[in-house]
């Protein structure tokens, strides 16, 4: 039975992150907001530490939690949807600390639109510190709101109301061993063709401690994995490879479609996602890291590594998965 006094519901997927989703539920207690029509859901997605005790922690807020057979983040953030109350649904993954304001600027900027989903700013956590965010943002009042293509949606912090997610048909996972990856792009592209319009919040901050940023080898190892998914999504909606700029140059070449200068990308691409000439590069990284040579430098020698990643991931999704029908 929904209860009426709730107005905004924090919905967290989680999964054996039990430390940090403390981190994340203690921030959400500092909050610049009235409690009493707060509701923080954790949906916890099969973990196997002791997650579960999260329940008797004492919070200002209401919070419910709901526990679920291992089936991925967008089947949890489903499952929390149809348990909320709130008329307005804060989608929070569970390693990002929020900012004081962040809830209430979310509130705000959804206030009086329709048919709108608001982001938040997500800033990665080790390369800013919270206290660069204690001073006032360098933007004025107008400009705190921003129009933004629907790709900018990140499953981590988005605002939409509770009858627009379960009206786009909430999240849906591309399959049974992807269940977390590229759904926020799959709802938001639905969201899109719905209508559906994206606005940036530039003051709702929220600071992510994403460990699959920490090296090298975790980076190209999420990619690998991402690019791979990204044929299944393909698969689901071919419109969908003009949109995303990381799979530029790694697709097939369209002899009749494709510019020449692009032909040559694709071309210079292949030669270089050997895992030769892979090899080669990753060893001249870590030479170049070590001896501290220019930042420039090494940044754009881990792009160029990432980005034949990249291309070998989604090279290996076409073997396992099959083609993508041309959309042309």
């Given at each position: 039975m929904r209860d009426f006094s709730i107005s905004l519901s924090v919905i967290i997927p989680t999964y054996n992150r039990a430390p940090i989703l403390a981190a994340t539920l203690d921030a959400i207690?500092?909050?610049?907001?009235?409690?009493?029509?707060?509701?923080v859901i954790v949906v916890d997605d099969g973990s196997s530490d002791d997650t579960w005790a999260i329940q008797s922690n004492k919070y200002p807020f209401l919070l419910r939690y709901l526990h679920q057979p291992n089936q991925g983040d967008a089947l949890a953030r489903n499952n929390g949807a149809q348990l909320s109350c709130g008329n307005?649904?804060?989608?929070?993954?569970?390693?990002?600390?929020?900012?004081?304001?962040?809830?209430?600027?979310?509130?705000?900027a959804h206030r009086d639109r329709k048919g709108v989903i608001v982001l938040g700013m997500l800033i990665?956590?080790?390369?800013?510190?919270?206290?660069?965010?204690?001073?006032?943002?360098?933007?004025?009042?107008?400009?705190?709101?921003?129009?933004?293509?629907?790709?900018?949606?990140?499953?981590?912090?988005?605002?939409?109301?509770?009858q627009d997610f379960c009206n786009?048909?909430?999240?849906?996972?591309?399959a049974p061993n992807y269940l977390s990856v590229w759904c926020d792009v799959e709802f938001a592209y639905r969201a899109d063709l719905a209508g559906f319009s994206?606005?940036?919040?530039?003051?709702?901050?929220?600071?992510?401690?994403?460990?699959?940023?920490?090296?090298?080898?975790?980076?190209?190892?999420?990619?690998?994995?991402?690019?791979?998914?990204?044929?299944?999504?393909?698969?689901?909606?071919?419109?969908?490879?003009?949109?995303?700029?990381?799979f530029l140059d790694k697709t097939e070449i369209i002899w009749r479609k494709d510019p020449p200068k692009l032909i040559?990308?694709?071309?210079?691409?292949?030669?270089?996602?050997?895992?030769?000439?892979?090899?080669?590069?990753?060893?001249?990284?870590?030479?170049l890291s070590v001896f501290g040579r220019p930042s420039l430098l090494v940044n754009s020698l881990e792009r160029w590594i990432l980005g034949g990643h990249i291309y070998r991931g989604y090279r290996?999704?076409?073997?396992?998965?099959?083609?993508?029908?041309?959309?042309?």
């Open positions: 207690a500092k909050s610049n907001i009235d409690m009493n029509r707060l509701e307005l649904l804060v989608f929070l993954d569970d390693d990002i600390t929020v900012t004081p304001d962040l809830l209430a600027r979310l509130e705000i990665t956590a080790n390369l800013r510190g919270l206290s660069d965010f204690e001073k006032p943002m360098d933007v004025r009042h107008s400009d705190l709101l921003i129009e933004v293509p629907f790709t900018e949606l990140q499953s981590g912090l988005f605002a939409i109301s509770r786009i048909r909430m999240g849906q996972p591309l994206f606005i940036r919040c530039l003051n709702a901050i929220g600071f992510h401690h994403d460990n699959t940023q920490r090296n090298l080898e975790t980076k190209a190892s999420r990619l690998r994995r991402v690019a791979k998914a990204g044929v299944l999504l393909f698969q689901r909606h071919p419109q969908l490879q003009e949109h995303l700029p990381m040559a990308r694709k071309i210079a691409r292949t030669l270089a996602s050997t895992m030769l000439a892979l090899r080669v590069f990753e060893g001249l990284y870590v030479v290996q999704g076409l073997i396992e998965f099959g083609p993508i029908k041309p959309d042309y």
